[in-house]
């Protein structure tokens, strides 16, 4: 049976940890604008063409608003990061969310990550040292991918980075589909608003220098600053944000890097490749979780389908990351690709606030690894390594590495 006559079940099942499944050429060559069935049961439909989603995301018409009666349900429980109602407390587009974007943007600018990436070197170094004391093999996802962006986005909210095992539970019932009840996922999400409420308190008594004292200095929505809750919410946003997605990414970057490892010396005798590997990296992603769900509020055609008022639309980013139509020779890593226009952190006005953070965070890995960890390998086969199940985002459980 082919792909357009199959309700396809998504996130669609797939065993190699960094290899794309082989439904997505067929869906982007056959069945562009494919229905598929979401873990709650019920039905979406998935883009995976590079010209779609790009379009799609750039689309004002296809909302973030998933908590509508007639949208799909990602999670049988219908709650997580995508569709809770703390999702509908950033403004969702127009003039405010463009406000939004501003003041929170102005953490986020090449200006201040150059600031940064003396201190998140000195961290790198820090982490891979400790790394190396207890000796190898180790699991650079623990030692190194998780810690590095939580200790940064810790810094920039002024929370304490000692409190990041429990950010990092949250973050993960935020982000379930189908690993966690009901039940724990609601515990987690008022303990976690509660913390970030508390925190907020503290702030506004003794400000510090960070985003969340910055932002409330602004002063009350009529002098144009946020909401209490806004600025609650973007807390919790950043937090989850801030680390999961690039903590999982620093350990597929690695791992694609030393899959073959003729891309890992390479770099060693180039290093100045390393900004359009992190690039690279990021289009090659075929493990980055969910995509992003779109809910459609009036008729609209894409790709020659027309699709109904209340359709949610997955779009894969991933999978169009690899449309040959966008990328010469897509299926394969080349470190020099230039420009390479992914689709990783989104497009149009909703795409990723903090490209810049993970992007310097990305290049600052690679550059002290490569600098202190020249003999750097997989410490087992790629065959081994095995896939983050059950949330949202995508990544390795573990990233076992030797040198």
């Not at 201190?119 to 991918?145: C, F, N, S």
Request: a negative charge; hydrophobic letters at 40%.
């Amino acid at each position: 049976m082919s792909v357009n006559e199959q309700v396809l079940s998504y996130p669609i099942p797939n065993d190699a940890a960094l290899d794309p499944p082989a439904e997505w050429a067929e869906l982007r060559s056959q069945c562009p604008v494919a229905h598929v069935k979401l873990p709650s049961g019920d039905q979406a439909t998935l883009l995976t063409r590079y010209a779609d989603v790009k379009e799609v995301l750039a689309d004002p018409r296809f909302t973030r608003q998933l908590t509508a009666p007639d949208a799909a349900r990602l999670s049988a429980d219908g709650g997580g990061v995508f569709s809770s109602e703390f999702a509908q407390i950033i403004p969702d587009g127009g003039d405010e969310h463009q406000h939004w974007r501003r003041l929170v943007g102005k953490w986020f600018t090449a200006k201040r990550m150059a600031a940064l990436r003396p201190a998140m070197t000195q961290m790198a170094e820090k982490l891979i040292d400790d790394m190396v004391e207890r000796g190898a093999p180790g699991d650079l996802k623990a030692a190194l991918g998780f810690p590095l962006p939580v200790y940064v986005i810790c810094d920039m909210l002024g929370v304490p980075a000692a409190d990041r095992d429990r950010f990092s539970y949250w973050s993960d019932t935020l982000l379930n589909l189908t690993r966690y009840t009901q039940a724990e996922t609601e515990a987690s999400q008022t303990e976690f608003f509660q913390y970030m409420s508390d925190h907020i308190t503290a702030k506004r008594a003794e400000p510090g220098e960070d985003l969340l004292s910055e932002l409330i200095a602004v002063g009350e929505p009529e002098d144009g600053g946020l909401s209490n809750i806004q600025i609650l919410v973007t807390g919790m946003g950043l937090l989850v944000a801030g680390h999961e997605t690039t903590a999982n990414m620093i350990g597929k970057m690695v791992s694609m890097l030393l899959a073959d490892r003729a891309h890992w010396e390479r770099l060693l005798a180039d290093p100045s490749l390393i900004r359009t590997t992190v690039e690279e990296s990021l289009r090659m992603d075929a493990n980055s979780g969910f995509g992003l769900p779109r809910y459609l509020r009036e008729e609209t055609e894409v790709s020659g389908t027309v699709l109904p008022r209340g359709t949610t639309v997955v779009c894969s980013m991933a999978a169009a990351n690899r449309d040959e139509s966008a990328f010469e020779a897509a299926a394969e890593m080349d470190l020099t690709r230039s420009p390479n226009p992914h689709l990783a952190f989104g497009a149009g006005a909703h795409s990723c606030l903090g490209q810049a953070l993970a992007r310097t965070e990305l290049q600052v890995v690679l550059e002290v690894l490569l600098r202190k960890l020249p003999t750097l390998e997989l410490a087992v086969p790629v065959a081994e390594l095995e896939r983050v199940e059950g949330l949202a985002v995508g990544g390795l459980s573990t990233v076992p590495v030797r040198w």
